[in-house]
């Protein structure tokens, strides 16, 4: 688990692969991993890695076989060593590995009353591969330096006209009267797990569902905006700069039930 | 030298590392490391890694004592291990390593008459490190997939408005009258330690330099067009779709005078 990578693996070369990172219930259960994994195959299908999907399988319950309760399980596909430069090899030998972890330390008054974000000066460019949760993580890195130089909670990303992407390891949500509205990932951003969730469990509850680039302005008349991912599920935020929002009763439903997946 | 790398190292996570490729003279000298040296301090101080200057000099000695004749040194710096999710440690413990690899395979005639390069589709987004040799490469594989598809020899990767920034691995640049043009880095590519070079020999030689972006069509009067790397040195490109260039004096001189210095 705790191994060691060829120094020549292209996951550490390029970034040439993909991770997941999966809540385990205290149970030792991983109730999203179905969609995990389609991501994870959608992203090698993207990158030309190829996948044994038996080999998945085995690789996640090896790991929650170590599992002590609940944690965090990290899975990391990257194309293995080889190939000539940026070219990859013609028969990859995939690099495939888990590692378990603590839960982040978010608080229960954070869960609760909300957190402050603010607004990161490092821009998402656009991304040939929006959507997968790729290797390249340099953007977040640099946003989650400013998140900690600043004593904000979390960090709202924008790309090139000052649009809200997403935060740095969490996708946004507002809601306005019966809508719920996110940001397209189209060109940037990763296609968050819990997003995907609670699409669609929104869209089943009946609310209207806005996917789509919006100006950071539109943030303002929000009746109430939230983060996701799915190690931490929903955090309600209730500041960012001069903007202050409370917390719902929807948003904490959304919380709720998503959590209810892990007991 | 083939060693191993903690398989929590960030270089590996999130690609947040940088890398130098060297080429090594036959007398085992590497007459453009002071160049290297630079980029690679210059990328450090822009992520925040931590370097050890004399560290670095180590290292390179360590790698050239095993090396035998003409060849390819990398090197690589990365973060280390550690953080929590995205946030770098405080106190990073740098990991720094150094591999040697053969000669890529050009030809002569390709140096000679020039090579084919096509038009990739993956765009070369903002980019919030343009010219740092980052470890984000995902584009640039993409890129070189693309290439091999084709049959090309190089690929030309455009930006979001289609307009040239470099090749998959090598800087590009054209001639016009007595001017010399190569895209602007600003938004995204990679700053080549020999296009440095070349900037400055030609600016030295009374050329007008030319740095900034335009639009493909661009190139299609140029009386000659050439990549250049600090491996490769200077390959003159005679085709790219239905336009054919010649390999003019100059380039053949940018090509010798940077051969010079590995002699």
């Not at 292209?10 to 970034?15: K, M, N, P, S, V």
């Not at 090698?44 to 080999?55: H, S, T």
């Not at 609670?198 to 680039?213: H, S, T, Y």
Request: net charge positive; with cysteine.
């Amino acid at each position: 688990m705790n191994g060691r990578v060829a120094s020549d693996d292209r996951g550490l070369a390029y970034g040439d692969g993909l991770f997941e990172t999966l809540r385990v219930s205290a149970a030792g259960t991983t109730p999203l991993w179905p969609r995990h994994r389609a991501r994870l195959l959608d992203g090698a299908g993207r990158l030309g890695i190829p996948v044994d999907p038996p080999a998945l399988e085995r690789c996640l319950e090896g790991a929650l076989a170590d599992a002590s309760g609940a944690g965090v399980l990290k899975l990391t596909l990257t194309r293995g060593p080889g190939g000539r430069g940026y070219l990859p090899p013609e028969s990859p030998t995939p690099t495939l590995f888990a590692r378990l972890g603590g839960l982040p330390p978010w608080s229960d008054e954070q869960r609760s009353r909300g957190v402050v974000l603010g607004v990161c000066d490092t821009p998402l460019g656009l991304d040939p591969l929006a959507g997968c949760k790729h290797l390249n993580r340099l953007p977040q890195v640099l946003g989650r330096r400013e998140v900690a130089a600043q004593g904000w909670d979390e960090g709202l990303m924008l790309d090139e006209w000052r649009r809200p992407v997403e935060a740095t390891a969490m996708n946004l949500f507002a809601l306005f009267g019966n809508t719920l509205w996110t940001p397209s990932l189209e060109r940037a951003g990763v296609a968050g797990v819990a997003r995907g969730w609670l699409l669609e469990q929104a869209a089943a509850a009946g609310w209207c569902i806005d996917v789509r680039m919006r100006p950071l302005s539109h943030l303002r008349a929000a009746d109430g905006v939230f983060l996701s991912n799915a190690v931490v599920g929903v955090l309600p935020v209730r500041k960012l700069a001069q903007w202050v929002w409370p917390v719902p009763e929807p948003v904490r439903r959304f919380q709720r039930d998503l959590d209810l997946l892990f007991q």
